[in-house]
């Protein structure tokens, strides 16, 4: 088990070196400057600057792991998505195309960016400035481990929702600033399905914060240490979470705020290059919390035999996500919206209040299925 | 939100050639469509004025270029009863044969048009994969893949080519293994019924009303088929059923076609067994020059009636040609189909009467 914050400290320890050998070498060369360099220093070893630095850190940890997480889910998908449908996906570039999510990203660099004339421009670019940061601040709440995480909060599973749930707001923002048709009409769906599946969505997990008695994904994952999954004992609030995390971050059969048949590419139609890139990060990162989420919450977190907790966690996300692409990607038609809208409301949002009120009546028996 | 034209074309990715359709939504809901067609209209009933009947092949053939060979077939068979020959019988069969493998073709084509239109990329994928064994036993027979030129008046341009048999069944045989699949992945899937079943009902009244033929006609509970109304192909040699539905939604003018391939297989099958020996070409000299007079052909197009009218002035080119494309007149009920659905099913619905634009356009 590795700690995020001995991990950034394990990386700062060679950077303020570097920092103080610079130092050292400025007094030995021009000593006027000493007064300065000894006013450096004291600010370096300011508890609050070596906390900022730690964070930093710890937010670039976490940066580059997304980045690394979204580049390999891409080329998993899009392999995986290629042998069910008896094609290859991507051959290439590299072995078995593993290089093809860097060369898509080089092609992305080179395109042009184009901000429509009649567009909004400041929030046009604005809002794909905002769809990945709300799509990357969950990442500091999710604990890869007991120690493997940056905030640790007592709430971190209300804070997550709270955040994640901020995403369609974004592309609201994005789909009406590009003033077309298709985009606007992509980001009202966006908006209605939000809406209708963010609901559900809370509430399923309701029963498991109702058995644990905490809002701390670390707390809810030791409670499933003893081998029984949430999965097993909350099977309903399973399923209504499944579904409603496959609506909320816009997959097939939900993807109708970008359904490619009717919208062009819905909310994202106007965004060219790296504009455009940056949004379906945006996407890959959201899908990638709402993995780990069901990781965390109902598939027992990184609890495993042998291997560390941490990589027992990225197996299950990625095994989470790889069913997803099979499961979803490659089986569904896309749902249209209005029978989407319908389905969240009249079949979700009874099924997870249905959920919590099953768990309070086992709570009521004084039965306690799980080890808390 | 107030209503609004949406495009759908000429730059669209569920167009299906170059069209446009202009529909008014309001919010979701489709009120009215408008369709614009003329994209790409070639004057291809000009350029054959300007041709002799031989030459005219490789033009039907870019006329409806998902179905070449109905279209090629179908003005042979006008060009043969301006020119009065009577066509051989192994030529009549190798034509039925190439007819209704470009039936499956074009079908498939449409399973996967429709998929992908309400986002079943699977589906998709499949059946044009399926297609290419259809388009090898074309390239056999013809040297093409799309435009065989392989029609002639007066018969065929070569016999069949050795192995077309064998290779052919087992083309078949692993097409109907994989039907199967494709009803697993579709009528199975509680979405894609969702998403067609009840969607775009076309009435018996409205599609006679509309001159819509073919298996949107049939969908819509007319049993009526030129390849039986209409003697000029061999057909009634053959034991076929002809499905026709009763809804008239897209639900059924999807599955009618999955049964339409099945049927077409099985006239190809019968007609590989009981194929006539014998030339295929009719004694037709170098030079075509039928004399005065007019003919008119119609045949069982994948996508409805297709009709030629040929008048010949006696020379060696013909003095009009006109032509009569299936899909153009169903295009017209396209409104009354679209109307009330809502925007996402735009797409399905416009597939679901199996456009094809260049024979639209002509």
Redesign the interface.
Same mark, same amino acid.
């Given at each position: 088990m590795v700690s995020l914050e001995a991990l950034a400290g394990v990386v700062l320890a060679p950077l303020l070196e570097l920092i103080g050998a610079v130092l050292g070498t400025v007094d030995f060369l021009v000593p006027p400057l000493v007064p300065l360099t000894q006013f450096a220093r004291g600010v370096l070893q300011h508890p609050l600057v070596n906390g900022l630095l730690i964070a930093f850190i710890e937010a670039n940890i976490l940066l580059i792991y997304i980045t690394l997480i979204v580049l390999a889910v891409t080329w998993l998908e899009r392999k995986l998505m290629g042998r069910l449908q008896d094609r290859r996906g991507p051959m290439q570039a590299g072995k078995f195309g593993l290089l093809q999510p860097i060369a898509d990203m080089v092609k992305f660099l080179g395109k042009e960016d184009l901000i429509p004339r009649k567009a909004d421009g400041p929030l046009f670019t604005l809002a794909v400035i905002g769809l990945p940061c709300i799509a990357f601040v969950p990442l500091a709440l999710i604990p890869m481990s007991e120690e493997f995480v940056a905030v640790k909060s007592p709430v971190a599973l209300l804070l997550v929702f709270a955040i994640f749930s901020l995403g369609p707001l974004w592309v609201f923002v994005g789909g009406w600033a590009a003033n077309n048709k298709y985009t606007l009409l992509g980001a009202m769906r966006g908006a209605a399905q939000m809406i209708a599946f963010e609901i559900p969505l809370v509430l399923s997990t309701v029963g498991i914060v109702m058995l644990t008695g905490s809002l701390n994904p670390v707390d809810i994952v030791r409670a499933q240490a003893n081998g029984v999954w949430f999965a097993f004992v909350q099977p309903l609030g399973f399923f209504a979470f499944l579904v409603g995390m496959i609506a909320e971050v816009e997959r097939l059969p939900f993807d109708i705020p970008e359904a490619e048949a009717e919208l062009v590419a819905g909310w994202n139609t106007e965004y060219s290059g790296m504009k455009f890139a940056l949004g379906q990060f945006a996407e890959f990162a959201r899908l990638y919390v709402a993995a780990a989420l069901l990781v965390l919450l109902f598939l027992g977190g990184w609890n495993g035999p042998i291997l560390p907790a941490e990589l027992w966690f990225i197996l299950k996300t990625m095994l989470v996500l790889a069913i997803l692409i099979w499961g979803t990607r490659v089986t569904f038609p896309r749902l249209r919206v209005d029978q989407l809208l319908s389905v969240g409301w009249r079949r979700f949002l009874p099924l997870s209040l249905l959920n919590i009120l099953l768990t309070l009546a086992i709570l009521a028996t004084g039965w306690r299925p799980v080890g808390v | 939100?107030p209503e609004?034209w949406?495009n =759908?074309g000429p730059q669209? /990715? #569920?167009t299906h050639g170059l069209w446009d359709l202009r529909v008014k939504v309001d919010?979701?809901t489709v009120l009215d469509a408008d369709p614009s067609i003329g994209y790409i209209h070639r004057g291809i009933e000009k350029l054959c004025e300007h041709r002799t009947y031989n030459q005219i092949i490789p033009l039907m053939d870019r006329t409806g270029y998902v179905s070449s060979m109905s279209w090629a077939i179908m003005h042979c068979i006008a060009s043969e009863e301006v020119l009065g020959v009577e066509v051989p019988p192994r030529a009549q069969w190798i034509r039925v044969i190439s007819f209704e493998l470009q039936r499956i073709a074009s079908h498939l084509l449409f399973v996967s048009g429709y #998929?992908?239109? &309400?986002? $079943?990329? &699977?589906v998709w994928?499949?059946a044009t994969?399926d297609r290419e064994f259809i388009l090898d036993l074309f390239q056999m027979l013809s040297g093409a893949r799309m435009h065989y030129n392989y029609p002639r008046v007066g018969g065929v341009r070569w016999d069949l080519p050795p192995g077309f048999a064998e290779q052919t069944r087992r083309a078949l045989d692993h097409l109907e293994a994989r039907i199967p699949e494709y009803e697993a992945?579709t009528l199975q899937?509680k979405?894609?019924r =969702?998403?067609s079943e009840g969607v775009a009902v076309l009435r018996r009244e409205d599609a006679l009303r509309l001159g819509v033929t073919g298996p949107n006609l049939r969908a819509s509970g007319v049993r009526e088929d030129v390849r039986l109304s209409d003697p000029s192909m061999p057909y009634d040699q053959f034991d076929f059923d002809v499905p026709t539905g009763r809804k008239g939604d897209c639900m059924e003018r999807f599955t009618l076609r999955l049964e339409e391939i099945r049927q077409s297989a099985r006239i190809v099958r019968q007609a590989l067994e009981s194929i006539p020996e014998g030339p295929v070409m009719a004694r037709v000299g170098k030079k075509i020059v039928p004399p005065p007079g007019e003919a008119y052909a119609r045949v069982e197009d994948p996508r409805g009636e297709a009709a030629e009218h040929i008048i010949s002035d006696g020379s060696e080119r013909p003095y009009r040609v006109k032509l009569r494309s299936p899909v153009f007149c169903t295009m017209s009920a396209l409104p009354v189909m679209l109307r009330g659905v809502? $925007? #996402?099913?735009?797409? /399905?619905v416009m597939e679901s009467i199996d456009l094809l634009i260049g024979e639209t356009d002509r």
């Open positions: - | 939100m609004m949406i =759908m669209h /990715p #569920a919010g979701e #998929a992908e239109n &309400t986002g $079943l990329l &699977t994928v499949y994969r992945m899937s979405v894609f =969702m998403r809502k $925007l #996402a099913d735009v797409p /399905p």
